[in-house]
T-cell receptor
């Protein structure tokens, strides 16, 4: 099992540029989550999907952030335009619904630096 | 919404000693309480979890206890080893819905 796959692992960009982060969840999982991790704010949930449908995007900080899940095996998080305060590690996680488990399987993260 | 508080933020112990990390949650409807370990440069990984119908769960050197009345749960690591050094996060959720995480505890085990 390949696990949750994120790309790129590292991204350095300049303020104002568009950033696209990608995620491939574990096959068969029906929930997908995007988290942001910073020293100041810890792990913050940005948005999550169930069966490709966005369920809660209340954690998305601004309109500059958008996320899509066009199919069960792919999701993107886009920041346009990027700002230095967006610098963080962005994690994608997937899980399988049900009362037996709620375990989140995290990817390795995408470290974003906005100069 | 759910609010999870975690203490302490840093913990340093001698190899072989025990370590205890505590969390409180606010939403009485939360019924799933996982603990994740995050090593440097990696994503968090589940190490143990507990559901609201259980008071204690143990897996080798790690154990978790849950007090539903007090909305409090704890992680216990016994016989700590240097490889236990990492950041530990508690979380609370309802089944497979969104998880709210604590702020994390950086555990350092000194050889």
């Amino acid at each position: 099992d390949a696990g949750v796959i994120q790309s790129p692992r590292h991204e350095v960009t300049e303020m104002g540029q568009e950033v696209t982060l990608r995620c491939k969840p574990i096959s068969g999982h029906d929930y997908l989550f995007w988290y942001r991790q910073t020293m100041m704010r810890g792990l913050e949930l940005l948005i999550y999907f169930n069966n490709n449908v966005p369920i809660d995007d209340s954690g998305m900080p601004e309109d500059r952030f958008s996320a899509k899940m066009p199919n069960a095996s792919f999701s993107t998080l886009k920041i346009q335009p990027s700002e230095p305060r967006d610098s963080a590690v962005y994690f994608c996680a997937s899980s399988l619904a049900g009362v037996v488990t709620g375990e989140l399987f995290f990817g390795e993260g995408s470290r974003l630096t906005v100069l | 919404g759910e609010n999870v508080e975690q203490h302490p933020s840093t913990l340093s112990v001698q190899e072989g000693d025990s370590a205890v990390i505590k969390c409180t949650y606010s939403d009485s409807a939360s019924n799933y309480f996982p603990w994740y370990k995050q090593e440097l440069g990696k994503g968090p990984q589940l190490i143990i979890d507990i559901r609201s119908n259980v008071g204690e769960k143990k897996d080798q050197r790690i154990a978790v206890t849950l007090n539903k009345t007090a909305k409090h749960f704890s992680l216990h690591i016994t016989e700590t080893q240097p490889e236990d050094s990492a950041v530990y996060f508690c979380a609370a959720s309802r089944n497979a819905g969104k998880s709210t995480f604590g702020d994390g505890t950086t555990l350092t085990v000194k050889p």
